[in-house]
Structures are given as structure tokens and as C-alpha cells.
């Protein structure tokens, strides 16, 4: 069972830049898709981005595409998600995740990261 541990939420003004990581530690990590989820309470969880098991393949939410990026290092079991520009509606905790696809179910989640954009 693959367990993700997040880090790198914080407290920053809006247009700044926070970079959140995600390690795993399993090394079947490679096998596996990830994504980065969020959520603000009373709302639904959002996919904000995703990346395939050979990272080749990303998917991002309208919300965040071009502000965004999410990279995998495969050989430090890890998975980044670069947020530049960000907005006070970015403030949510955040979560990583894994699956056997980009598509399927995801299965395995971490703990969450607050990630607060003050205005």
C-alpha cells in the first residue's frame, strides 16, 4: 500500500508562488498515476491536476491551467505541484493521490497541505 506524505502549503500573498511535494514510499510509485486534489469546506473536492505513471501525460483543471504545473521524480518516489500566480480562490488544502491511471479511481491519498493566498 503506497503511502503519500504532503509538505509545502503555507501562507503567501496573492501572485506569489508555493511549490507542494508529495513523497511516497512505495517504489512502485512509478507504476502509478498521481494527482493533486483540493478542497475548501462546504465544496466538493477538485482534481487540479494530474500526471500519468510515465509523466508524459498531464491534465489540469480550467481553474488553474497556465499557473500550474505538476512533475513527477520518479527516482525520489515524489511527485511536485508548481503554483505560480496564485489567488486568494486558491486557498484550499491539498491533497496528492494515486491510481493505476490517470482516469481510474484514485486510491490511496495523503494527509493534506493547507495552502492559504491572502488577498
Known amino acids: 500500500q503506497v503511502q503519500l506524505v504532503e509538505s509545502g502549503g503555507g501562507l503567501v500573498q496573492a501572485g506569489g508562488s508555493l511549490r507542494l511535494s508529495c513523497a511516497a514510499s512505495?517504489?512502485?510509485?512509478?507504476?502509478?498515476?498521481m494527482a493533486w486534489f483540493r478542497q475548501v469546506p462546504g465544496k466538493e473536492r477538485e482534481r487540479v491536476a494530474a500526471i500519468s505513471w510515465s509523466g508524459i501525460t498531464t491534465s489540469y483543471a480550467d481553474s488553474v491551467k497556465g499557473r500550474f504545473t505538476i512533475s513527477r521524480d520518479s527516482a525520489k518516489n515524489t511527485v511536485y505541484l508548481q503554483m505560480n500566480s496564485l489567488k486568494p480562490e486558491d486557498t484550499a488544502v491539498y491533497y496528492c493521490?494515486?491510481?493505476?491511471?490517470?482516469?481510474?479511481?484514485?486510491?490511496?491519498w495523503g494527509q493534506g497541505t493547507q495552502v492559504t493566498v491572502s488577498s
Open positions: 512505495d517504489r512502485t510509485f512509478s507504476r502509478y498515476a
Open positions: 493521490a494515486a491510481a493505476s491511471s490517470i482516469t481510474a479511481h484514485y486510491n490511496y
